[in-house]
């Protein structure tokens, strides 16, 4: 079993070394998402939790003090944040730094990599609402695992153990990083044959995934940095976002 928070840790101990002079250009804390933006001019995003926003007129302390800032202070909020938005803006530092492999295969839609077949039980942990159609189309029996009942009905306890327990693919969003159930999830399946890790907020870094099942990355590296920032700032979410960000496929050897 993994510790809580074990992912982000050996996330920030593969890039903290990479962070040397570089700092931070621009950041944007939006409603869907934050963007960072370093120096070297390098942009990273990753999603803000909404519903995990702390109450209160001062949700982050040190605004004013980002920009001009080292990019390794951000990024220390991998493992020192005390909040899902403290670790967003660490998670989109560290995205910032990542260089997707030059062969990673892109642009193609996650669950073409599934080649899930008719009766096969699919655990999608967190509502990914435009791949639901897609998935039930294959013949694959669906069931949604989200924290959030304004998105959806939620199962109990017990049932999510279940499902995830059974389940032969499992579907698990990156945001689970932000809210540090990542390991918890893991922990819970049974014996799936795949288990992909998806959405923007992916850390494309297939080795701080060694010794879990992990058998897929789906992320984004961002293609237009400026478009990318204005539309974090006014607010925008993922569709908005989406022909601004290639997206990135990495199938990893187990």
């Given at each position: 079993?993994?510790?809580?928070?074990?992912?982000?840790?050996?996330?920030?101990?593969?890039?903290?070394?990479?962070?040397?002079?570089?700092?931070?250009?621009?950041?944007?804390?939006?409603?869907?998402?934050?963007?960072?933006?370093?120096?070297?001019?390098?942009?990273?995003?990753?999603?803000?939790?909404?519903?995990?926003?702390?109450?209160?007129?001062?949700?982050?302390?040190?605004?004013?003090?980002?920009?001009?800032?080292?990019?390794?202070?951000?990024?220390?909020?991998?493992?020192?944040?005390?909040?899902?938005?403290?670790?967003?803006?660490?998670?989109?530092?560290?995205?910032?730094?990542?260089?997707?492999?030059?062969?990673?295969?892109?642009?193609k839609e996650a669950t073409t990599y599934l080649n899930l077949q008719?009766?096969?039980?699919?655990?999608?942990?967190?509502?990914?609402?435009?791949?639901?159609?897609?998935?039930?189309?294959?013949?694959?029996?669906?069931?949604?695992?989200?924290?959030?009942?304004?998105?959806?009905?939620?199962?109990?306890?017990?049932?999510?153990?279940?499902?995830?327990?059974?389940?032969?693919?499992?579907?698990?969003?990156?945001?689970?990083?932000?809210?540090?159930?990542?390991?918890?999830?893991?922990?819970?399946?049974?014996?799936?044959?795949?288990?992909?890790?998806?959405?923007?907020?992916?850390?494309?870094?297939?080795?701080?995934?060694?010794?879990?099942?992990?058998?897929?990355?789906?992320?984004?590296?961002?293609?237009?940095?400026?478009?990318?920032?204005?539309?974090?700032?006014?607010?925008?979410?993922?569709?908005?976002?989406?022909?601004?960000?290639?997206?990135?496929?990495?199938?990893?050897?187990?």
């Amino acid at each position: 079993m993994l510790e809580s928070g074990t992912i982000l840790n050996r996330l920030y101990e593969r890039l903290e070394s990479s962070t040397k002079n570089i700092k931070v250009a621009d950041l944007r804390i939006g409603l869907g998402y934050v963007g960072v933006r370093l120096d070297n001019d390098s942009t990273g995003i990753a999603a803000v939790l909404f519903d995990a926003l702390p109450h209160g007129c001062t949700v982050m302390p040190t605004a004013g003090s980002f920009a001009g800032s080292l990019a390794s202070v951000l990024l220390k909020y991998l493992v020192d944040g005390k909040n899902p938005p403290e670790i967003a803006l660490g998670l989109a530092c560290a995205n910032a730094l990542i260089k997707p492999p030059i062969d990673s295969d892109e642009n193609k839609e996650a669950t073409t990599y599934l080649n899930l077949q008719p009766g096969e039980k699919v655990a999608m942990v967190g509502l990914f609402s435009p791949l639901v159609e897609r998935i039930r189309a294959t013949g694959a029996i669906l069931t949604v695992i989200e924290k959030n009942p304004q998105r959806l009905e939620l199962l109990s306890p017990e049932a999510k153990q279940q499902v995830l327990k059974d389940c032969d693919v499992a579907i698990i969003t990156a945001t689970t990083l932000l809210n540090n159930t990542f390991e918890e999830t893991i922990d819970l399946l049974g014996k799936p044959r795949s288990v992909a890790v998806l959405g923007p907020s992916t850390p494309l870094v297939p080795e701080i995934f060694h010794n879990t099942p992990v058998t897929h990355l789906g992320g984004a590296a961002v293609a237009d940095a400026e478009r990318v920032m204005q539309i974090i700032s006014e607010g925008g979410g993922t569709p908005a976002l989406r022909p601004y960000l290639r997206f990135v496929n990495l199938i990893m050897n187990q």
